[in-house]
């Protein structure tokens, strides 16, 4: 009896070492700017190419503006990571898709609507939230320059096996309870720390019940828990997904394969977790690591061990957040930027008017979903309730580019890090669901979005 992830794993062992790791075999990897220039760079000393280069996929994502896309990037270091993964692809002839690509957009998004990701496949990049495609039954993790090098020349790493871990999610989700909260959930019971050197399977009800682009925000947020990455096995929702999407077979023998991809009955996990979908509710952050949340109606623990937290974020223990005033909203990154999300916040703000304390923006994962809203309408429903919808980038979920959240300001942000500094130098991050972003915005302090009407 195996598990999903032994069967993968094991599928991709190229050969076992002496010290107990094991090479293993990459079926996907994507590149971005900022971790690529050093790994061409050491492809260059040594006088070699990329293994396979078809298996490698490039787009520009971190540290683009997203705002005039088609002008010169203004800050000099993003102008230059930019500038070097064009000339680097252009020099091993990877395909690229770059500022104004029809196709380009943030790694974890165009993966998948691409069907580039497929269930089975192993994935990596130089980026810790690759655990997104483990959404699909993927075995994706984020890795080092120094790893992105190796397979560059190998399309192979050598890796030591990870411990599994099963969180299953019984029963049904509330009102106005998604994806985003439900992995916020899991976070503030297991801590930051709690899935440290798992690879962690989601099963359950709840679990299924979720369209691809939600299990794609639970798997993206497995990594900050410590796990090693995330993943659900693929059934008809995946297929029905994957099917629609260019690059994904549509055989029989492809989805015969697909459906096979589950965990057995009766196979073990190093450690396992239950929780019931009717316990989790609204979720927000108020802390500096993503395994500091609360349900939004709570009050912020006093913990002896969370001052620095607090007196950063320039909270008191046994606050609520409820009825807190926020002055930024940013509603992206590889983490809800899909137009499902998009979909939902649209909904909720027509006919609505931002607070006039708000400066809310909104920044699609790809062209592609861009391309959809302004298809839906969406772009000016958001326009008429105040909100601006920006071109595709990882925007202010990183202090990496242009989209920064001033000092001292909060912000509630459906990325995925509430780091100190994460969205720029003293900014204060609240990470919450799209939709209570969004009713943020509207009523110009955060909201409890169980007690609205849809």
């Not at 049904?172 to 720390?193: H, P, R």
């Not at 974020?313 to 046994?318: D, N, R």
């Not at 669901?433 to 509207?442: G, R």
Request: proline fraction near 4%; hydrophobic fraction near 35%.
């Amino acid at each position: 009896m195996k598990t999903l992830f032994d069967k993968i794993w094991n599928s991709h062992v190229v050969r076992e070492i002496p010290s107990g790791r094991e090479v293993i075999y990459i079926d996907r990897h994507f590149i971005h700017e900022v971790t690529s220039p050093q790994a061409f760079d050491g492809l260059k000393r040594r006088g070699i190419g990329l293994r396979h280069i078809s298996k490698t996929t490039a787009t520009a994502d971190h540290n683009v503006p997203t705002i005039n896309q088609h002008l010169p990037i203004k800050e000099a270091q993003s102008r230059e990571q930019v500038a070097k993964l064009y000339t680097n692809c252009e020099e091993f002839g990877v395909e690229l898709y770059g500022l104004g690509h029809e196709k380009q957009g943030i790694v974890h998004v165009i993966g998948p609507e691409l069907g580039l990701t497929k269930p089975g496949m192993t994935i990596v990049c130089g980026d810790s939230h690759t655990s997104t495609h483990g959404a699909f039954g993927c075995i994706a993790f984020g890795i080092g320059t120094s790893q992105v090098e190796q397979v560059m020349a190998t399309n192979c790493l050598i890796l030591t096996r990870p411990k599994t871990m099963r969180i299953t999610i019984n029963g049904n989700l509330g009102k106005n309870v998604f994806a985003k909260d439900i992995i916020l959930y899991i976070i503030s019971e297991l801590t930051a720390a709690g899935g440290t050197g798992y690879f962690v399977e989601y099963a359950g009800e709840a679990i299924r019940s979720l369209s691809m682009e939600a299990r794609m925000t639970i798997c993206n947020m497995s990594i900050e828990m410590g796990a090693r990455g995330g993943m659900i096995a693929p059934d008809q929702t995946t297929i029905d997904y994957l099917l629609k999407t260019p690059n994904a077979p549509k055989s029989e023998e492809a989805i015969a394969f697909w459906q096979s991809l589950k965990t057995d009955e009766g196979a073990t996990f190093d450690k396992e977790y239950t929780f019931e979908a009717s316990d989790i509710t609204p979720m927000i952050t108020y802390g500096t690591n993503p395994g500091m949340g609360i349900k939004i109606a709570a009050n912020v623990p006093t913990l002896a061990s969370g001052k620095k937290s607090l007196d950063y974020m320039g909270l008191q223990g046994g606050e609520q957040l409820l009825g807190k005033q926020v002055n930024y909203v940013f509603i992206g990154s590889c983490t809800n930027s899909r137009i499902e999300d998009l979909r939902l916040v649209a909904d909720y703000v027509k006919g609505k008017q931002k607070a006039d304390n708000v400066t809310a923006f909104v920044v699609p994962g790809s062209k592609k979903v861009e391309r959809q809203a302004q298809e839906e309408g969406i772009d000016k429903v958001l326009a008429a309730a105040g909100f601006e919808l920006r071109e595709p980038g990882c925007s202010a979920c990183l202090g990496m580019n242009e989209d920064k959240i001033p000092a001292g300001e909060y912000c509630v942000s459906t990325s995925n890090r509430n780091f100190e500094g994460r969205q720029g130098p003293g900014a204060r991050t609240f990470l919450a669901s799209p939709l209570t972003a969004a009713a943020t915005a509207i009523a110009g302090h955060i909201v409890d979005v169980s007690l609205i009407e849809n």
